[in-house]
């Protein structure tokens, strides 16, 4: 089956701690997202990356870092510099490597920090 | 920055009753998409409008993609209950290369 596999689902972090989110997609897609979502409000953009070796800031990128040296993978690593950290992510892929395209989400991960 | 503004942000029906979702964006926008959430689920893309005036229907959801294109609606026809959710539109600017969401449309549907 394609698709877009996040883990983990939760996730409990310390103050202080680094983790780091995983998302791998076999749609064989250039571009990949990730979005964090907060009750009440809609999906906003951590990072992008169009192509491998690349990627973009979204509009809350601080506090966050990616890589993407492969396709099919694009983990999130949440810093301790993240000042709010609890909420949940949302990873995404489309076709193109043009953002803008159909989105594909995979099912989250919620991250709470005690 | 390009905005987007939805709303309502919560609607309550009752079975069999409409149900409209409005966006708004502050810049003209090259495409909008409407992805649909389902309570503790993930976004599921519905359809994307791009031209000017567009009008799609599936089912008994009609979207509209403005004459300005900087507004959209969903309308749904005589609600069911599967149709709960959390609806959301995605704008895309003319010179940004990303989409913004708008917060989302919750509906509530009454049997």
């Known amino acids: 089956d394609g698709g877009i596999t996040q883990s983990p689902k939760y996730l409990f972090r310390k103050e202080g701690q680094n983790v780091t989110l995983s998302c791998e997609q076999n749609?064989?897609?250039?571009?990949m997202y990730w979005y964090r979502q907060d009750p009440g409000q809609g999906l906003r953009l951590i990072y992008y990356?169009?192509?491998?070796?690349?990627?973009q800031k979204g509009d809350i990128a601080e506090g966050y870092s990616v890589s993407r040296e492969k396709k099919e993978s694009f983990p999130l690593t949440v810093t301790s510099a993240q000042k709010n950290p609890t909420a949940f992510y949302l990873c995404?892929?489309?076709?193109?490597?043009?953002?803008?395209?159909?989105?594909?989400f995979g099912e989250g991960s919620r991250l709470t920090v005690l | 920055g390009q905005q987007v503004m939805q709303i309502p942000q919560y609607q309550h029906v009752q079975e069999g009753e409409d149900f409209t979702t409005y966006c708004n964006s502050s810049?003209?926008?090259?495409?909008i998409q409407w992805y649909k959430q389902r309570p503790g689920g993930h976004p599921v893309f519905l359809i994307q409008?791009?031209?000017?005036?567009e009008v799609k229907k599936q089912k008994r959801l009609t979207f509209q993609f403005g004459e300005a294109k900087k507004n959209s609606s969903l309308h749904i026809t005589a609600t069911q209950t599967t149709d709960v959710g959390t609806y959301f539109c995605?704008?895309?600017?003319?010179?940004?290369?990303?989409?913004?969401f708008g917060d989302g449309t919750t509906l509530t549907v009454k049997p």
């Open positions: 995605a704008g895309r600017g003319t010179n940004a290369g990303k989409s913004t």
């Open positions: 995404a892929s489309s076709i193109s490597g043009s953002p803008g395209g159909e989105l594909f």
């Open positions: 810049t003209t926008l090259s495409n």
């Open positions: 990356s169009q192509i491998v070796n690349d990627f």
């Open positions: 749609l064989n897609h250039d571009a």
């Open positions: 409008l791009v031209k000017s005036g």
